[in-house]
């Protein structure tokens, strides 16, 4: 028999950050290296909701450590939520201003018969337009409505716009799936430094960081 594959415990590496959130509901942390190599390390007590982080680490060679403490004896639904707003925290926190960055990404992710289209503007309006349909109330123990509050969560504390639209699909498990890789790829595109701009901040404004509270960035 193989000896199991070693995860590679993610660096300390470029821009990074680490936020904690606690609630009566949670505890919840996440540290984030943009520049890393796709390594993680997750935990949070949903097998599910665990592979789908994998993938988002490893497809936007982001490296991801998450470790979460919920209500699970509850429901899902606040662990869900509240680790897409860390994650969203931490990605928003490791990129400052947000200056020299390309600021939009898109993938178009086929995954066996399904395909999904995923578009980001890291503007600091956030928002979610998430057009995905699933046939099941479940994928393992956990609630396919609680998808879209984990990407409406990490939409808004990062502070990005996100529209996730299923073009075609019937796998359940293939349409979310597809969904945090093209999650994954459009955020390598948007979070990388452009070298032509020279540092400069991606807005006619000037600003993009926490523009969410001040009227947007253009």
């Keep these: 028999m193989a000896a ?22 949670t505890e919840i942390s996440a540290r984030v290296a943009l520049d890393g190599k796709g390594d993680y390390d997750v935990a949070t007590g949903i097998g599910f909701l665990d592979h789908m982080l994998e993938q988002l680490a490893r497809h936007s060679l982001i490296d991801l450590t998450v470790r979460a403490k919920g209500d699970l ?29 390309h600021r ?36 393992g123990q956990m609630d396919t409505e609680l998808f879209q509050e984990w990407f409406k969560a990490f939409a808004q ?35 990388e430094r452009d070298p032509r701009r020279d540092g400069s901040v991606p807005s006619t404004k000037g600003t993009l960081g926490g523009a969410q509270r001040r009227g947007g960035g253009g």
Excluded: C, Q
């Design 157 to 191: 504390s990062a502070g990005v716009t996100l529209h996730v639209e299923t073009v075609y699909g019937d796998n359940n498990h293939h349409i979310v799936e597809s969904a945090y890789k093209g999650l994954a790829r459009a955020l390598r595109m948007a979070v």
């Design 73 to 101: 004896h509850i429901d899902f639904h606040h662990t869900a939520e509240d680790s897409g707003y860390v994650v969203g925290e931490a990605v928003a926190k490791a990129l400052g201003d947000r200056a020299g960055i």
């Design 104 to 139: 939009w990404g898109e993938a178009l992710v086929p995954m066996d018969e399904t395909l999904t289209r995923v578009a980001l503007d890291i503007s600091g309006r956030p928002g979610l337009v998430w057009r995905v349909k699933f046939s099941r109330d479940k994928l």
């Design 4 to 25: 199991p594959t070693k995860r590679r415990k993610p660096a300390a590496t470029g821009r990074t950050a680490e936020v904690v959130r606690r609630t009566r509901e």
